[in-house]
């Protein structure tokens, strides 16, 4: 088997396993809720609903938070075992898109048998900007590297202001702009999603291109 071959093999089974792990987190969410509330009838629609919801929160944070100490740890482990570092860029595109469509597709099953339809719209707009939101965590893992500390207070820092500036504006439009308080159309979203996991994935091969052994 080639060294493109095995690390392809690797990174498929890193994104079963990252699957693995979010599914088991579900599974003892959903056993914890039965507990609660087994025989109420009423609950039953709020398990369900909970319960999907929850797993598209944990499979994609699983998945960022792998590719955030992916390039301290995993890709150093990878080149050592001779893999090119043009593999690795391929592996975590492969890794991302392994965990994200198989959880998608468990998603839809659960939302089928349990007909939480109104899920679906959420489902697809989570998983479209889990792409762009895991590439950006890879490359942030690459300057968590560079620049230890620094990097990370930078990080919540924006991640703060931005959160405060979401928030802001969602306030806005709900007091002051009522009329104007309408979605992003899905074309327009999942057209920004595109061209943000294109330019951050050119961001992150050029950091992959300098990865070494540490």
């Known amino acids: 088997m080639s060294l493109a071959r095995r690390s392809d093999k690797y990174y498929v089974k890193t994104g079963l396993y990252t699957l693995g792990y979010a599914l088991l987190l579900e599974c003892l969410l959903i056993a914890e809720l039965i507990f609660f509330d087994y025989g109420n009838d009423l609950r039953m629609d709020y398990i369900a609903r909970s319960g999907i919801s929850f797993f598209f929160m944990i499979l994609i944070l699983f998945n960022a ?4 100490y992916a390039a301290n740890w995993t890709d150093s482990i ?21 965990c994200l469509v198989l959880g998608a597709a468990l998603a839809l099953i659960a939302i089928y048998f349990t007909k939480q339809f109104e899920l679906i719209g959420l489902l697809i707009t989570s998983i479209i900007g889990a792409f762009p939101l895991t590439a950006l965590f890879y490359g942030i893992g690459h300057k968590i590297r560079k620049w230890g500390r620094v990097a990370v207070m930078i990080i919540a820092i924006i991640g703060g202001i931005c959160g405060a500036a979401v928030s802001a504006g969602s306030i806005l439009r709900q ?18 999603c595109v061209v943000a996991f294109i330019l951050l994935e050119m961001w992150v091969y050029k950091l992959s291109s300098k990865s070494m052994v540490r």
């Open 65 to 68: 938070m792998y590719s955030l």
């Open 175 to 192: 007091v002051f702009f009522p009329a104007f308080n309408l979605q992003i159309s899905f074309a327009i979203y999942a057209l920004v």
């Open 78 to 98: 990878v080149l050592s075992m001779g893999a090119r570092r043009k593999d690795i860029f391929r592996g975590q595109i492969l890794k991302t898109t392994v």
